[in-house]
C-alpha cells in the first residue's frame, strides 16, 4: 500500500523503493511503541506470547519474553519488506527490459 501511494511521485525507481521499505520500517517501529506504551499504561499485556492458565480468566502464563516477541515482530516485519521491495525490483526490470526490447 505504501508503494502505490509512493509511486505517484515524481521520483527514480530505486528511491521509491527505498523510500517505501524505510516507511514500512518506520510504521513497524511505531506500532511496537504503540504496544509498549499501551502496555505500560493500561497492562493490557499486548507485548510478550501469554497462555491462559486454568486456573482462571486472570492468570496469564508467560511464553515468550516481551522484548522477544517485539524483536521477532520487528525481523519478520523487516524480512516481508525486504521480500517485497526484491519482488518490485524484480518485477519492474522485468517491464523495463521488456519495454527495451520491444523498442528496438
Same mark, same amino acid.
Given at each position: 500500500? #505504501?508503494?502505490? *501511494?509512493? &509511486?505517484?511521485?515524481?521520483?527514480?525507481?530505486?528511491?521509491? %523503493?527505498?523510500?517505501?521499505?524505510?516507511? &514500512?520500517?518506520?510504521?513497524?517501529?511505531?506500532?511496537?511503541?504503540?504496544?509498549?506504551?499501551?502496555?505500560?499504561?493500561?497492562? *493490557?499485556?499486548?507485548? /510478550? #506470547?501469554?497462555?491462559?492458565? !486454568? /486456573?482462571? %480468566?486472570?492468570?496469564?502464563?508467560? !511464553? #515468550?519474553?516481551?522484548?522477544?516477541?517485539?524483536?521477532?515482530?520487528?525481523?519478520? /516485519?523487516?524480512? /516481508?519488506?525486504?521480500?517485497?521491495?526484491?519482488?518490485?525490483?524484480?518485477?519492474?526490470?522485468?517491464?523495463?527490459?521488456?519495454?527495451?526490447?520491444?523498442?528496438?
Amino acid at each position: 500500500m #505504501v508503494f502505490y *501511494l509512493i &509511486a505517484k511521485l515524481n521520483l527514480e525507481l530505486k528511491w521509491k %523503493i527505498t523510500f517505501t521499505f524505510f516507511t &514500512a520500517i518506520g510504521i513497524l517501529g511505531l506500532f511496537e511503541l504503540g504496544e509498549y506504551g499501551l502496555d505500560h499504561l493500561f497492562d *493490557l499485556k499486548l507485548q /510478550g #506470547v501469554y497462555l491462559r492458565d !486454568i /486456573g482462571g %480468566i486472570e492468570k496469564f502464563n508467560l !511464553i #515468550v519474553d516481551r522484548i522477544d516477541d517485539t524483536m521477532i515482530d520487528l525481523f519478520l /516485519g523487516m524480512i /516481508g519488506t525486504m521480500l517485497y521491495s526484491l519482488f518490485l525490483i524484480i518485477k519492474y526490470r522485468k517491464e523495463l527490459s521488456k519495454k527495451t526490447h520491444s523498442s528496438m
